[in-house]
T-cell receptor, first 115, second 112 residues
Framework: GDSVTQMEGPVTLSEEAFLTINCTYTATGYPSLFWYVQYPGEGLQLLLKATKADDKGSNKGFEATYRKETTSFHLEKGSVQVSDSAVYFCALSDRGKDTGNQFYFGTGTSLTVIP | DSGVTQTPKHLITATGQRVTLRCSPRSGDLSVYWYQQSLDQGLQFLIQYYNGEERAKGNILERFSAQQFPDLHSELNLSSLELGDSALYFC???????????FGPGTRLTVL
C-alpha cells in the first residue's frame, strides 16, 4: 500500500541555516505530494504541493521537487527564521474512483530555529 | 481560515463518559477525515467518509464511531472514555477542484 517515510526529528538549527527535511514515498499510482506545517497550538496548514513528476512546489521560501525516479519530495529552505519553528508533515494523496482522495501522512519532523 | 469548522474547541470530561465532536467541511467538499494527535503517537488517521459513506478506516478504536450526514457535516463519537483518549482531534475535508486536505482548528479533549 501507499506510505510516506519522513526524516526523524527533532531538528534544531541556527537562524539563517539551510534546512532539508527528507521525505520518500511508496505509491501504486501517480499521487500528489504535499508538505503541511503545524505551528504550536494550531492545526495543520498546507505549505506547498506538487501534483506530478518534476513539479516544484514553493511557498514562503520553502521548496520541494517531486522526484519520481527517487520517489522523494524533500523539503528545503535556504535560510530559516525563528518563525519557521514548527512541525512539518510530508503527505501524499491518491485519488480513488468514487472514494475521494486517500491521504497518507509521515510522522512529522519538529524543527526548532534558535536565534 | 481553512473553511473547516470544528466544535467544541475544548472538551473536558471524565473517564467512562461519551462525547460527540462535530465537523463542518468546506463548502463543496465531499470527503471528511478524522485524525487523533497525541504527544506520543503523532498524527493518527482514524476514518474517512465520502459523500455520506465510510471509505477508509485507520487506527480507530471500537469505542469510537463516526458518521457523515446528508448535509455533509460529520460527527465523531467517543465512548467509554479513558485517560489515554486525551488528545487533539482534527477534522479535515477534501474534494472539489482541490486535491489537498484542509484542516479544522481541532478539538482538544481532556479526560480526567
Amino acid at each position: 500500500g501507499d506510505s510516506v517515510t519522513q526524516m526523524e526529528g527533532p531538528v534544531t538549527l541556527s537562524e539563517e541555516a539551510f534546512l532539508t527535511i527528507n521525505c520518500t514515498y511508496t505509491a501504486t499510482g501517480y499521487p500528489s505530494l504535499f508538505w503541511y506545517v503545524q505551528y504550536p497550538g494550531e492545526g495543520l496548514q498546507l505549505l506547498l504541493k506538487a501534483t506530478k513528476a518534476d513539479d516544484k512546489g514553493s511557498n514562503k521560501g520553502f521548496e520541494a521537487t517531486y522526484r519520481k525516479e527517487t520517489t522523494s519530495f524533500h523539503l528545503e529552505k535556504g535560510s530559516v527564521q525563528v518563525s519557521d519553528s514548527a512541525v512539518y508533515f510530508c503527505a501524499l494523496s491518491d485519488r480513488g474512483k468514487d472514494t475521494g482522495n486517500q491521504f497518507y501522512f509521515g510522522t512529522g519532523t519538529s524543527l526548532t530555529v534558535i536565534p | 481560515d481553512s473553511g473547516v469548522t470544528q466544535t467544541p474547541k475544548h472538551l473536558i470530561t471524565a473517564t467512562g463518559q461519551r462525547v460527540t465532536l462535530r465537523c463542518s467541511p468546506r463548502s463543496g467538499d465531499l470527503s471528511v477525515y478524522w485524525y487523533q494527535q497525541s504527544l506520543d503517537q503523532g498524527l493518527q488517521f482514524l476514518i474517512q467518509y465520502y459523500n455520506g459513506e465510510e471509505r477508509a478506516k485507520g487506527n480507530i478504536l471500537e469505542r469510537f464511531s463516526a458518521q457523515q450526514f446528508p448535509d455533509l457535516h460529520s460527527e465523531l463519537n467517543l465512548s467509554s472514555l479513558e485517560l489515554g483518549d486525551s488528545a487533539l482531534y482534527f477534522c479535515a475535508s477534501s474534494g472539489g477542484t482541490d486535491n489537498e486536505q484542509f484542516f479544522g482548528p481541532g478539538t482538544r479533549l481532556t479526560v480526567l
